[in-house]
């Protein structure tokens, strides 16, 4: 590559400073502008990024010939005139998921991306996972037989009603979006039917958990479960996340802890087992798969913005299904209350809000669970927790 390609960074937020330090530990990229409309943000963003021009509009870097690539990462709402903008001005783009808070601008913006001769990402981080990969081959190879049936689920203690990302959905869109899409990614199929339940904890006006069951086009049936209700009030907090896909003849599975990734497959003619980081977003394979992109021209593997819509339109119409089939309510508004006030207060949990004050401003090394996902453990609560732990693991001096 002659020169890096310069991006230019709109949302400096939990994913918007994930993607700046994923772009920081690449030699193909250099982050040349970062737009956010908070002050605190900006003012991460100078600390971390020295020397990027940083700004409180996008405007200046839409009109800068030189920047190549546009980071859309700020909230679904702001996105579609993002992104249409980035379009007209001739930049690549990189954007989060979804693309925009309803279904049908979400499609007009398929239409205009699909148009265009520019690159268009969606950060469907499970399509660059390893782990995915390696079963998706040996799937292919025919160890399993044939595939029929896939258990998905995703259920932590994370982010609560109030906490944020309003214009997302509740969690099953929000997160389980991701989760319709590895299904489907799966299946190799459209879906067909479905039957969703939900539950609506705390007397909260959306369900908080919802489990989907039914078929795709070609047979292989599903069963997906995403919930932010996984005992947000247990004295260790813990989680639930696997895929199980079910052959004819053998099995896949896969089981993370946000830490490690493990994969467990039983074919007809071999075993395999294998361990490895499960490195959160994935946000350097990302940001190498699009370099690498640009460079020649079309897409080597990027998530495209027609597969996150799908996985956008499903899981709403999943979501709805569980709505229209009458959630039931269990735990109350001052549960709710409880657990909005045990998260303020708790320095290590799941999806905690992320405040640009309590941000470290080094980038976080790639491989380590960086501080940039709604989901999971925080990076830097647990990179404390590390060093609090080597601290008093240390011999005492007299
Ligand atoms: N792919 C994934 O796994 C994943 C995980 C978490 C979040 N997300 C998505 O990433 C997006 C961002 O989520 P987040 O958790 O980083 O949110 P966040 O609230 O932490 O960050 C959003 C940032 O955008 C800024 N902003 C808002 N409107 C703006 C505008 N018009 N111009 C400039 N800046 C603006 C805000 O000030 C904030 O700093 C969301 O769409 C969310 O759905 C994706």
Redesign the pocket.
Known sequence: MKRRLRAGI???????RGFVAAMQQSDLWEVAAI????PD?RELAGKSAPGTQILSQ?GAIYSDKSIDVVGL????D??PG?ISQALSAKKHVIA???LAADVATEWQLVKEIEASDRLVAV???NRNAWYHKDILAFIAEGEIGELAILRICHMTPGHMPTE??E??GPPFH?CGM?YVDVARWYAHSEYEKWHAQGIRMWDYKDPWWVNSHGHFANGVVFDITQGFVYGHLAVDKTHNCYVDAIGTKGICRMRHNFIDATIEMHGIHATVKKTGLFND?KLDVMVDVFARSVVAGKNLGMPSARDSVIASEVSWAMLNDAIANGPPVKGTKRDMQEILKHRRTLRSGYGLP?R?QGCPEDAIPAGQPPN????ELCGLQEAEARAAARESSEPRRP
Do not use: W
């Open positions: 709109v949302g400096y937020g939990r994913m918007g737009c956010d409309i908070s943000a996008p990462f700020t909230l679904a702001a996105r993002q989060e998921k979804p950060n469907l981080f944020g990302h214009p997302e929000d991701h977003k992320s640009p940039a996902c709604g989901e």
